[in-house]
């Protein structure tokens, strides 16, 4: 298991990183860069430093980030972390967009154990422990945040079958917190993501309380030599029942 200070280095890097990228994108904006230079510039600044912090404070443990090369040693190594140094490039390349996330993750035997969400632009970092309070229940329709572009098949099933209004957000770690951060209730994804795109968020979301699972119930497991992912319900548990089983009828041919 996780010790309590892999929490604490989650968090100091999540952080870190987010402050690094904030910084990144004020300098290249204000002078002139492009977007292509904004984000490219951001991912690899952002990878570098994660991968040069981790490789100090946990010199035996592996990694897999998205922005680097995959060592498949990682396989048998008994702690990864998994890390995606900026998810939402888009909306980190917008100016004024704040929906964009650094994800630290450590995982040990498949499940992630530590991990932390920094929101940079709002100056807000989530983490495993202390873990996040779960708001009160929303007493409106069930909200459900999904993509700014298609919202994928499996929040269309759930929003209907539930009668939810959808919002819209960015990145896949903005979405996810704004779940545990009670702004919305559910966040369901499908047609494929990769572990570095959920695995931070679910190590927090399930450290706050919530339900996070496949889109078919099943457990959401880490570390696989392909990290291809292909879906993903993160949601309050009082709605976990119901958008599993609006799900589980339509892949069985129910509905």
Not at 70 to 95: F, H, K, M, N, Q
Not at 157 to 171: N, R, T
Request: charged share 25%; net charge negative; with cysteine.
């Amino acid at each position: 298991m996780a010790q309590p200070d892999d929490h604490a280095l989650a968090a100091s890097v999540a952080t870190e990183t987010g402050a690094l990228l904030v910084e990144v994108r004020d300098r290249l904006f204000s002078s002139g860069a492009g977007t292509w230079e904004v984000r490219d510039t951001g991912d690899s600044e952002a990878h570098q430093h994660i991968v040069k912090r981790l490789a100090k404070a946990r010199p035996d443990d592996a990694i897999l980030s998205e922005e680097g090369r995959d060592d498949l040693a990682r396989l048998s190594a008994d702690r990864v972390w998994i890390v995606d140094p900026l998810d939402g490039t888009r909306e980190y390349s917008e100016p004024g967009r704040s929906d964009w996330a650094v994800h630290i993750a450590l995982v040990e035997d498949g499940v992630p154990t530590a991990g932390a969400v920094a929101l940079p632009a709002v100056g807000q970092t989530l983490c495993t422990d202390p873990e996040p309070t779960l708001p009160e229940p929303h007493s409106g329709q069930p909200r459900l945040v999904v993509s700014r572009s298609r919202p994928p098949a499996a929040a269309i099933i759930i929003a209907q079958a539930l009668d939810a209004e959808l919002m819209s957000l960015g990145s896949a770690g903005a979405k996810a917190m704004a779940v545990v951060m009670g702004m919305a209730d559910i966040y369901a994804h499908s047609g494929g993501q990769f572990e570095w795109d959920n695995c931070a968020p679910v190590a927090v979301a399930r450290a706050a309380g919530l339900h996070a699972s496949r889109c078919d119930g099943s457990e959401l497991e880490y570390n696989f030599a392909d990290p291809w992912l292909p879906d993903v319900l993160i949601c309050r548990p009082e709605f976990a029942e119901d958008a599993l089983e609006a799900l589980r009828k339509v892949i069985e041919g129910e509905a």
